[in-house]
């Protein structure tokens, strides 16, 4: 296994479309153990393959495992798609390594059911709520190019993308 390079706002690359996984091979599998090991390192409870550079529509999560005490409960998300949304919202602090060191509060529906493909290639459907439900939907959206911050005020989001500029500037 190993660690891969995190890409951070704003590079356009996080911007891209990315494109359903046509068949789970081992290759897949290889870049999930990879995501997951990079999830954890950095650490994280959600992570798409597009923040690792890889424009396909595949993400891993795991919202027990944060926890030191709890075991890990890794989750591969393949092709994934809602199917339905509630009509009640919830509201949660989001980050992502994308954006690291920054947070703000989210709306989105409450719950959720999600079509996907496991990484044994077989078709699954998952009913979430909470902060599984939160999570999932923060990382199908970088599988369509929209960060956390585009779910919050321009005159936020635009503080935010300044700040991490400068601090890429100040890095290179
Ligand atoms: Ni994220």
Known sequence: MALLPIYTAPDPLLKAISRPVEEVTADIRKLVDNMLETMYDAPGIGLAAIQVGVPKRLLVLDIVGKDRDEMPAPMTLINPEITWVSDHDETYEEGCL???????????????????????????????????????????????????????????????????????????
């Open 98 to 172: 994308s954006l690291p060191e920054h947070y703000a509060d989210v709306v989105r529906p409450a719950e959720i059911d999600v079509n996907f493909l496991d990484v044994d290639g077989k078709r699954q459907k998952l009913r979430a709520e909470g902060l599984l439900s939160t999570c999932i939907q923060h990382e199908i959206d970088h599988l369509d190019g929209i960060l956390f911050v585009d779910h919050i005020s321009a005159l936020k989001r635009n503080m935010i993308l300044r700040k991490l500029l400068k601090l890429k500037k100040l890095a290179s």
